[in-house]
């Protein structure tokens, strides 16, 4: 899987000073890249045998779509604060400075149902976390989670550490 690292363009110092920004827009652009990377995600996915895919807003969306269609699963997109039109169950999670919040549909996910979150890049892990918490709610199992990238520099497994996490590459410094 290393050779997807050259489909990924990583961009210093953005959004802001400091941070190494690993864009995934140039995967999307290369059709083999792309289906390496979700031959590789479908596959741990099928391990899993889940019913349904969450996926998280926005780069998430591009991986759960395809993934939910190649796979027939139901996929529930995961958005920021006030952008879902119906009934939403929320979770706040910590940024660098201060918090955000996070919402599914409330009728999205039933008793019984086993998920698996999908995202493009796993940093500090409290996104996913937060997705988990929405998932496991509404009563559903969190049976795995599935990005591209893991920034194993960070201290994600903290925050994750009840979840089977896969990710394709991983970059071990900033
Ligand atoms: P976190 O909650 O810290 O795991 O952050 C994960 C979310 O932030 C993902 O949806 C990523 O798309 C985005 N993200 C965080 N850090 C980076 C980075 N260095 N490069 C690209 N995306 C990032």
Redesign the pocket.
Known sequence: MEQLKKFIREVPDFPKAG?????ITTLFQDPDGFDMALNAMEKYIRTKSPNKLVA?EA??FVFGAALADRLQLGLIPCRKAGKLPYRTVTEE?DLEYGTDKIQIHADAITSGDRVVLV??????????AAAGRLVEKLGGEVVGISSVIG?TFLP?EDKLSRYDVNYLISYDSE
């Open positions: 941070i190494n920004f690993y864009d998280i780069r998430g999670y995202d493009d890049l796993i940093a500090t892990g409290g996104t996913l920034l994600y």
